[in-house]
């Protein structure tokens, strides 16, 4: 899709080293559908520029809307708009986030991180997405949920946290003002679920067979 070779944090698109680069990630991230404000503010060019090459790219114009920050909780706590599979794909980008920060081994330009990350993300999966249709996290979520996370050192005050689940071993979402007492491991509760539908399947046709 694009070349991968990281972009420091330091670099600029008016570096001739690096213009070439940064128009590669602006291309990648108009494929992937990214509000052009946020294409903006990681690759430098102009909110004219990156509306023409949506034009071009997409024969199709890119959708007006602000750049994201939506609540953290809709993340983190299942909701009527999101259950737990949902908050199982949103720890599943930031499992792909976190591991890939760390491997750079020094800061590298945000938005080629969530460009690279989201790919990531979409490979991994892919195969569960053809199976099942399940809700995927759009690029635009993804930015939402990377600035929640956080980035470098500011992630000390970040409104969200990765948990491991003593139990199971996952890594899932936190709230970090909220009392983690009443946090759960969304792959526990998914296995709950499951066992509740079973024994009550199973409840079900033992009366079934009495009142046969």
């Known amino acids: 899709m694009y070349k991968a070779t990281p972009i420091p ?3 600029t698109i008016e570096d001739p080293l690096w213009t070439a680069r940064f128009h590669d990630l602006a291309n990648a991230m108009v494929l992937m559908s990214t509000r052009p404000k946020i294409i903006s503010r990681y690759t430098g ?3 004219r520029q990156v509306t023409e ?3 071009r790219l997409t024969n199709d114009v890119a959708s007006p809307g602000r750049m994201g920050n939506g609540h953290p909780k809709r993340f983190a706590i299942p ?3 999101g259950g737990l599979d949902w908050t199982i794909q949103s720890a599943v980008f930031t499992n792909c986030y976190l591991e890939l920060e760390a491997a750079m081994g020094e800061l590298v330009n945000r938005g080629w991180l969530l460009a690279t990350t989201y ?3 979409c490979r991994l999966t892919e195969p569960a997405f053809q199976e099942t249709k399940m809700r995927r996290l759009t690029i635009n979520a993804a930015y939402d949920l990377m600035t929640h996370v956080g980035f470098g050192q500011y992630r000390k005050r970040a409104a969200l946290a990765q948990q491991q689940c003593e139990c199971c071993g996952t890594h899932f979402l ?3 003002e909220a009392e983690l007492d009443n946090q759960h491991c969304p792959m526990c509760a998914l296995d709950k679920n499951y066992q509740r539908l079973v024994e ?3 409840k079900l046709r033992e ?3 009495q009142h046969g």
Request: net charge neutral; hydrophobic share 40%; glycine share 0%.
């Open 174 to 176: 936190v709230v970090t």
């Open 9 to 11: 944090e330091s670099a």
């Open 79 to 81: 909701h009527d708009r």
């Open 200 to 202: 009550n399947s199973a």
């Open 45 to 47: 060019l102009s909110p």
């Open 207 to 209: 009366q079934a067979v």
């Open 53 to 55: 090459r949506y034009v």
């Open 119 to 121: 790919h990531a993300y």
